[in-house]
């Protein structure tokens, strides 16, 4: 059986280092605590549960924090966390099972995150992958001064059904952008990644007009991953939207099928985009793309679940409506309850519609 180094970046977390830190102390053998300017009790939590313990001068740059928290590992196989990530008791059982039986010639290993979950169900809302485990021999590096990621281009990667959960609700968004702007203002270079990043947390900032040319000329560079593009395409054609720019919003989540196959995600804009033109045959068809594409790749950007499921039936209800196909709409209404039980609105639907059908029916 394989060994785990826990490893950890943690500034000012002692309300919620014990509920991530309960979740897995004892799925690890060793856990490497880095402070990076903790002011509260982030350290005395970290100890009770025997921790390593170690600090870092803070440098705005999370890579280099990352990193330095690796080089004191010890053990087979380094695990990162977040201080509001968890992982939930199925996926305790999958880990213990994935610790037991690894084979020695995996060098990463691929987990779900989840970024958002449901409230009452704890069912995901929008998830995404990592390389969450990875072998320490291999010195995989973490790339980045913010949304950093591990280097791992090298070496054999196993994709596992295990999740961790993402718990924390603050944006970072300000955060991030002022690392970013400080970088540059101290003579750093504006390039690849980073490029698109500081895109992201323009747009989720609202400062759209200056977001659109970083998009723009990241979708030019040659060494973007797919995955990336694709989300830049998605987020610039956002952008396009708020800024009224609806032939250019279309455009650009068009343009996402050079890198990738229609995903749910995107087809259901395109059929938004077509709603709001009225154009009800074109949405349907769009809405109808989404359902049949839910399965149908290896897609490892944003997977938002409500675009595979619920949301496409919800709106082909709508849109056959429109179109005077009753008995189509309340088949879609009724598809979607089955995701969504206790929706008032889909439940209102279902009344009406199911009216309407009883009255259009002959006696």
């Not at 009724?334 to 039980?341: C, F, G, K, S």
Request: aromatic share 8%; charged share 25%.
């Amino acid at each position: 059986m394989i060994t785990i180094s826990l490893c950890m970046i943690v500034k000012n977390e002692e309300a919620r280092l014990p509920v991530c830190l309960t979740s897995v102390a004892d799925l690890v053998d060793e856990i490497v605590i880095v402070d990076t300017g903790s002011s509260d009790r982030t350290q005395e939590v970290a100890a009770d549960y025997g921790a390593k313990i170690f600090e870092f001068a803070w440098q705005d740059d999370f890579a280099a924090a990352r990193n330095y928290a690796f080089s004191l590992a010890s053990c087979d196989y380094i695990l990162w966390l977040d201080a509001d990530d968890v992982i939930t008791e199925p996926n305790r059982i999958k880990f213990l099972q994935l610790k037991q039986e690894l084979p020695s010639d995996i060098d990463a290993v691929l987990m779900k995150y989840v970024l958002r979950e449901q409230e009452k169900t704890g069912e995901p809302l929008a998830s995404t992958r990592r390389n969450r485990l990875v072998k320490r021999s291999r010195n995989y590096r973490w790339i980045g001064i913010v949304h950093e990621y591990l280097d791992v281009t090298e070496g054999k990667q196993m994709l596992t059904d295990i999740s961790v959960t993402h718990r924390g609700v603050e944006s970072h968004s300000g955060r991030n952008l002022q690392i970013i702007e400080h970088y540059l203002a101290s003579g750093g270079m504006l390039e690849g990644r980073l490029r698109f990043h500081l895109a992201c947390e323009l747009a989720d900032a609202g400062r759209y007009e200056e977001a659109v040319p970083h998009f723009a000329e990241f979708l030019l560079d040659p060494k973007a991953n797919r995955d990336d593009l694709v989300l830049a395409c998605a987020r610039l054609s956002d952008c396009h939207g708020h800024l009224g720019h609806e032939r250019e919003k279309l455009e650009m989540l068009l343009q996402t099928f050079q890198f990738e196959i229609p995903q749910p995600e995107i087809c259901c804009a395109i059929g938004k985009c077509m709603e709001d033109r009225q154009e009800w045959t074109l949405a349907v068809y769009w809405y109808v793309q989404a359902l049949q594409n839910a399965n149908g790749s290896n897609w490892t950007a944003i997977v938002h679940a409500a675009s595979r499921t619920w949301l496409p039936h919800s709106r082909l209800c709508l849109c056959y409506a429109r179109l005077g196909h009753l008995g189509k709409a309340y088949e879609h209404n009724r598809e979607a309850l089955r995701y969504l039980p206790n929706d008032p609105g889909l439940l209102d639907n279902e009344k009406k519609l199911k009216l309407a059908l009883d009255t259009a029916s002959p006696q």
